[in-house]
């Protein structure tokens, strides 16, 4: 959109932003018996919200108690206890934890306690930190953490070099049948000829995820003789350089590797992205290594791919369900290494943990905001009620410009645009930003995104997020009028998607309190953000939306939106489709195949 000669822009990046402040009130000493809860409470023009945090019930000095739910390490035990009163109580069952956790400020457990939405009920508001001792919070329940006013804090960076090391050593046990040859020599044989194993020097090593651990078991590999490739759509390309890693797409690394090494989260985008149909196109003989999450891969189609020979060898430290069943075909199957999720099980790591989730603890019962934090603090009900529509458009143009991203050179450089009638001070767009940032980067990594952590998350990750404000005449009853994300020096799997200046782009507006898509590259189109999206490039005829709706309508998905944005009459547009079901492959293919159509491309929101 132009600006008019009264329209002024202001640049600002994340690393420039002003931080949270911390601060008490003489309002927070009169509700020390209420639960810790941290909230934004905003100024008259809203420019400058102030962090406010009630501390631990009780009396001011009182120390608060720390239930410790699962073993933990000594030295995180101690710094613990210099704090607070430390009770130990291992193995409680749901309703003991419910009992005991109303006299706890606090709780720390590993993965094998539930704190579920009935804990948080018992604790009649008490509970104001979970500690995760580990990366994974799928035990806890963040949604009532949240309502509850519970912050959840774990620690993502100490098990770092065990996982790595054990992801090595599974990978050359596996190719040195070392487990398999060890049963068979204590069962009394001796069989040499039928152990040979495969070298690892000079073979080809895909990295599924160039994080912490996949970037630290490249460089090992690396060290090996291996020639190393990483798929990884938010890796610095500079950073894999360093190492000597290329970064490839994901059907390159899984059809060129003789060894496959899994370091990606479980989301809903990874959930069994090992599958019947991507084991079809790896090179025959290919050997596979899990340390990240057992729901990455599909178990059944994995035996398939074994029995039929397609991958020779798999050593899986991770399952869907753990433990497996006794009568798990996986786990009994002669070419699988197994081990019981021990990728973290080692001494140094488990004292790394326990002093990085004891300082995590101990600095959010302090009133610290800690960058491990996962879940968000309470924003006021008048901020959040204003915003509520804008905060979904963010997250949902996140999610889209993302996955528009094709190709191995990371996602590096975003570029928001606000346009707002508002003076910049009466609009603060942290949490706009936060959101954007969580669309981003949440689809392919176990990082919650948050109002705490976006910055920080963004930053470790690479990912620099500049923003620009478009100031527009007239009427600031509401507080924007579009927010438009770009991301630049990166290829496009939809090529209309791309501006005129080169970036990916898309644009959005709320209308009647439903956020709308209403840009795509160089292209206006206005489909309601709910559901999901098909984008398509056509030759602008009669009869193309009737044609992609009737193939829609065969396979029983309902369209809720469609709009067309074209350049001229009979030359190129874009059709939007808004659908309410994800469409089969079938239907799909069906929609590529109609000879108007020159690009098309899904988008899950």
Request: with cysteine; aromatic share 4%; glycine share 8%.
């Amino acid at each position: 959109m132009a600006t008019s000669a009264s329209q002024t822009l202001r640049t600002t990046s994340f690393l420039k932003t002003p931080s949270l402040s911390l601060s008490s009130s003489s309002s927070s000493r009169q509700s020390l018996s209420s639960a810790f809860s941290v909230a934004l409470r905003p100024s008259r023009r809203f420019s400058k919200p102030l962090v406010v945090i009630v501390k631990a019930s009780g009396s001011l000095d009182a120390k608060p108690t720390v239930l410790v739910a699962e073993k933990l390490g000594e030295a995180g035990l101690k710094l613990l206890k210099e704090f607070a009163n430390v009770d130990c109580s291992y193995n409680l069952s749901p309703e003991e934890l419910c009992t005991k956790i109303s006299l706890c400020d606090a709780i720390i457990v590993r993965s094998g306690t539930k704190v579920s939405r009935e804990v948080f009920e018992s604790s009649g508001g008490r509970l104001k930190v979970v500690g995760r001792a580990g990366v994974g919070i799928d035990n806890v329940d963040l949604a009532a953490a949240t309502e509850h006013g519970c912050l959840v804090v774990n620690a993502p960076t100490a098990n770092t070099v065990a996982a790595a090391e054990h992801g090595i050593a599974l990978l050359a046990a596996m190719a040195r049948n070392v487990a398999q040859a060890d049963a068979s020599v204590k069962a009394g044989k001796w069989q040499r000829n039928k152990y040979v194993g495969v070298s690892l020097v000079g073979k080809t090593l895909a990295v599924m995820g160039f994080g912490k651990v996949g970037s630290e078991v490249a460089r090992r590999a690396k060290g090996l003789g291996m020639h190393v490739i990483s798929h990884d759509p938010y890796a610095p390309a500079d950073r894999a350089r360093a190492i000597g890693v290329e970064l490839v797409s994901f059907d390159q690394a899984i059809t060129t590797a003789d060894f496959i090494s899994l370091h990606m989260p479980l989301t809903p985008t990874t959930s069994k992205i090992l599958n019947d149909d991507t084991f079809a196109k790896m090179k025959k003989g290919v050997r596979i290594v899990n340390v990240a999450r057992g729901g990455v891969i599909d178990e059944d189609a994995l035996v398939r791919a074994l029995d039929a020979g397609i991958v020779a060898q798999a050593a899986l430290d991770v399952f869907t369900k753990e433990p497996p069943p006794a009568d798990n075909k996986l786990v009994l199957h002669e070419n699988v290494t197994a081990t019981p999720h021990l990728g973290a099980s080692t001494m140094e790591a488990q004292e790394g943990v326990a002093i990085e989730i004891a300082e995590a603890v101990v600095g959010a019962l302090r009133g610290e905001l800690a960058a491990t934090a996962v879940n968000a603090p309470m924003v006021p009900a008048e901020v959040l009620s204003e915003l509520k529509p804008y905060v979904i458009l963010a997250e949902k143009l996140g999610r889209l410009a993302v996955q528009l991203v094709a190709g191995g050179s990371g996602v590096k450089t975003v570029k928001v645009t606000y346009a707002s009638a508002r003076a910049p001070d009466d609009l603060d767009t942290r949490l706009l930003r936060a959101m954007i940032t969580k669309g981003i980067i949440e689809p392919i990594s176990s990082v919650f995104v948050n109002l705490v952590n976006a910055d920080f998350t963004a930053k470790q990750r690479g990912l620099r997020i500049s923003e620009e404000r478009i100031v527009l005449d007239g009427s600031p009853e509401s507080p924007l009028d579009f927010i438009q994300v770009q991301i630049a020096n990166v290829e496009s799997k939809f090529a209309s998607a791309i501006s005129e200046s080169g970036e990916i782009k898309v644009e959005g507006r709320v209308k009647d309190g439903i956020p709308h898509l209403t840009r795509v590259g160089s292209f206006e189109v206005d489909v309601s953000l709910e559901g999901s999206i098909i984008l398509c490039r056509q030759v602008d005829q009669p009869g193309m939306i009737g044609t992609v709706g009737s193939i829609l309508g065969e396979e029983n998905v309902n369209v809720s939106f469609m709009s067309v944005g074209r350049i001229a009459p009979r030359k190129q547009a874009v059709m939007a489709i808004g659908v309410d079901d994800q469409p089969s492959k079938q239907a799909l293919k069906k929609i590529g195949e109609v000879s108007a159509i020159e690009e098309f491309v899904f988008l899950k929101l």
